[in-house]
């Protein structure tokens, strides 16, 4: 059995659907409504007849129709009997949300269940997990509610580190296909989610986060199956022997030697990270930035240091300064004021306006030295946002953008930016290591 | 002559005043005025008779009284008459925010410039610069405007890393001493700014940006002199070969060999860092983490998976998980529902409320095994600012707060947390890089 009726469920019930705000089955219900499902909704509670306008059933069994995917939030000792229901039921999987299995103590109540699903054909997520939003299916099983889809799946056995990946990808106007949160992760784990999201279609890149990683030998083939389709980014949590004991009481899971792991996972075409920004980063980065051809960076800002900041990052990330060419330079002597240096970095001084960057890039696009522009907003610059959407249209260089500074005109054109879903770097240095993994191509 | 008169000036004239909203010498009065300085200011520009309510002046010399500091912008040909001028008046500083000189190859124009002011005792700021914020004399000879005094003293050759900065630390709630960008600084240097601002009893770090560094000596003597009272942060721009020479193109800097500068940095007692992010965040740690008495830190939790990262982290960075006592550990488990870990990281699942945490840092803080708190609020926790705010006041051990996801509640109570001043850092791991530095108590 694969995961297609988890990701692809045509049907969902709500196994503990609640009509009172802020219970857990009340926000789930919500947010599949909200997240715009397409097929049918059951709302399974026995004391109700309808909840948030939709039919309620007293039990599975009731439900009419067929159903794929059952998501469960009810009590511990409940939840053996819903699993036998959804089996019963011949449902595809089910996302159990509720804890009280092995991360309290309770091997063995995990074990059986696992066992019922497993003898029944029925996929588990969880137990003791955020669930599941996968927006090609505009299934939304999880919380906060997630709309916008986009091109990074998260893979993490944290919620919350899910949530805060799909949070940033939301914010930065980029958005995600998949949040899978796995919870104890009985069943269902990194390995096969990770080879179902890389064949999709529309994942471009998968960040996982984890703290062990059961067959090793099984999840490194996977990788190299995604990461010749597309990149993935790995943060591992229990790296060190503390953190290690931490992870294990947490999730009881195994976690190897670190070294060995991130080596290996390395050695199979992934990006290992150690913390949850360097994650988001290098997801937002392969999810938002187009490969260049090459690994040489024209820099163009409005802020001397900024430059000079990127020139060291770049050089840092593996990249090149382009050396514009001696035509570039000269059209871009009479384009540009004076006071503007036109060697790499660009230098538009603190007067730079959103027309005198156009004319660089315009200018500079042709020149067969540049592979890819930095585009460093380090002032107030009104219209950067619709000259670089309208830059990226008319040619191919992909163009990374910095926006520095807290002011009114930044927080518009941060917005703006975010509708024209074009991702920005609050950095030099954090837009030129993400450049960097681009031009590097790994996993592509 | 010291920066007595820069830094604590009595009057300000501004030469370039305009009446002109936009216009530079309009929002650097504006900004004084908004800034709230309580001595005399003077307009001066020769076409107007008023500006901004204030009586203007047509020349420096037509003032009445003493002037201190004298702001310039008007273009680069009527500077040096301008310093000539200032000198005549026995001004003590000016700053130069005109554009034109070094920067422009007009190295013998700033050679004049700084000949005529130091024949005439008038220290100089810039030129090519954004000026300078005091908040201790609530003086804001800059853009943007800044208001919000507080610990973190910025000094910085690129007026855009120096706004960032003080964008950010108002942001956060923390504010700032002061702002100083130095531009070509011909004359006053990060030396002398080092110097006076750890001495100034108002500020907590210094955080400084800078290409290059002039008598390499006398710099290092300064910093020691400095690090013995307060902690630096240093970032250096031109690390690499080629961000050197991009630093030479922007402000004509020798930059020297960078690992020399760092070592000698570092064993001067300087925090040497390699982006404007760790530039921040460390200033940002020294300035807001009160220092704890050792490295057992006990981190407390709505995210397992947050609580490992931080754990890694904490080792990463030279910390050690705090092993609470038994007596410390039964008294937790009265206190928590079982779905609790008591064990460090203590973890209070997804459901954990604000009360929760209270109770179990006033339950840990006696605890001889616990030198600080890392409170990780992962999930939408309402009251989670007041809580913490209110345990600061009670008992002495530091708490750094996390604050992950961009709901409305994280927005809620980060507004909250900005407004009691208390930090909130993005990720586990940010907040335990900070705690590290501060926990090692380097440069104090």
Avoid at 82 to 104: C, D, H, L, T
Avoid at 212 to 234: I, N, Q, S, W, Y
Avoid at 379 to 398: F, M, W, Y
Wanted: one cysteine or more; charged letters at 20%.
């Amino acid at each position: 059995m694969g995961l297609e009726r988890l990701f692809q469920a045509k049907s969902v019930a709500v196994v503990g659907a609640s009509a009172t705000p802020l219970k857990l089955g009340h926000t789930l219900l919500t947010n599949l409504i909200e997240g715009g499902f397409r097929g049918p909704l059951y709302p399974i509670n026995p004391k109700e007849r309808e909840i948030l306008g939709l039919k309620a059933y007293p039990s599975l069994s009731a439900v009419p129709d067929p159903v794929d995917l059952v998501v469960i939030s009810v009590p511990a000792a409940v939840v053996p009997a819903v699993v036998e229901e959804a089996v019963k039921k011949k449902a595809g999987a089910a996302i159990i949300v509720s804890g009280g299995f092995r991360e309290a103590g309770n091997a063995e109540g995990e074990r059986q269940l696992v066992q019922t699903a497993r003898a029944g054909g029925l996929r588990v997520v969880g137990p003791n997990c955020q669930g599941l939003a996968y927006l090609p299916n505009r299934l939304c099983a999880t919380w906060p509610v997630q709309r916008l889809e986009g091109p990074i799946a998260v893979v993490s056995q944290s919620g919350t580190v899910a949530a805060a990946l799909a949070d940033w990808a939301t914010e930065d106007g980029l958005g995600i296909s998949c949040m899978l949160a796995l919870g104890n992760k009985t069943d269902v784990a990194e390995t096969e989610a990770i080879d179902f999201l890389a064949g999709d279609g529309r994942t471009k890149v998968i960040a996982v986060y984890s703290e062990g990683l059961g067959d090793g030998r099984k999840f490194m083939e996977a990788l190299k199956r995604a990461t010749a389709k597309v990149p993935v980014v790995l943060l591992r949590g229990g790296r060190t022997p503390t953190g290690h004991a931490a992870a294990q009481t947490h999730t009881k899971s195994l976690a190897g030697q670190y070294e060995v792991f991130a080596s290996l996972a390395e050695a199979a075409g992934a990006t290992v990270v150690s913390s949850v920004e360097a994650l988001y980063d290098a997801a937002k980065a392969y999810g938002g930035i187009a490969r260049p051809a090459g690994r040489r960076v024209a820099i163009i800002t409005s802020s001397g240091g900024a430059g000079v900041l990127a020139t060291d990052a770049g050089v840092e990330a593996g990249l090149e300064p382009a050396r514009l060419s001696d035509a570039t330079t000269t059209a871009l002597r009479e384009k540009l004021p004076p006071r503007c240096s036109v060697r790499n970095p660009i230098d538009l001084t603190g007067d730079g306006t959103a027309e005198q960057y156009e004319a660089v890039i315009r200018t500079a696009a042709p020149d067969p030295g540049v592979d890819a522009f930095l585009a460093i907003f380090g002032d107030p610059i009104p219209g950067a946002a619709a000259t670089v959407k309208k830059l990226q249209q008319e040619q191919a260089k992909p163009i990374v953008v910095v926006f520095l500074g807290g002011g009114e005109v930044e927080a518009r054109e941060r917005q703006a930016f975010a509708e024209a879903r074009i991702p920005v770097f609050s950095s030099p240095e954090r837009a030129m290591r993400g450049l960097g993994l681009v031009a590097a191509g790994r996993g592509i």
